[in-house]
């Protein structure tokens, strides 16, 4: 376990920015040549400083680096990975062992296979529960051409065959129908 804060260049931004076994980003003292407002050639200092991560899909924290005018954007935890743990298997995905994705502490991260990031801890039962137990799939709904009542719209399709998101869709009021037939919470 990593109890001191350890710093480390970015690959391709070396000189400008640093990554850091906490997961934390920073700017690097520099000086940036400019070009005066009268054309006088000048060099400005730039301190340094921890830099701000944003959140992006899925809980991930992400940043954007600019260097020579172009920016691009990374992944916080792709960056502490790739600067502190040996990718001897050349794996392609990174693991955070707690199943949170904004601590990228580089204690919490793994380099693994898809195979085994996706059969990781509770990843598959999170899956089937927001897939299956959400609130609308729990929602009795009727066929209002039949009278049948289906105990949720996962239900009605496995008897009709018309997609349960259109039948939730419908019974929302977004869709006039679903499968050429009207339906609405029971």
Known sequence: MILSEEWRDIEGFEGYYQVSSFGRIRSVDRFVYNKGNSGENKYSFYKGKVMRQGRRKKGYLGITLSKGNKNKSFLVHRLVANAFIPNPYNLSQINHKDENPANN???NLEWCSPKYNINY??????MIKTRTNNAYNQKPVICLESGIIYSNSNDAQRNTGICARNIRA?????????GKLHWKWA
Do not use: R, T
């Open 105 to 107: 502490h580089v204690d």
């Open 170 to 178: 419908n019974c929302e009021g977004k869709y006039k129908s679903a």
């Open 121 to 126: 801890g509770n990843c598959i039962d999170n």
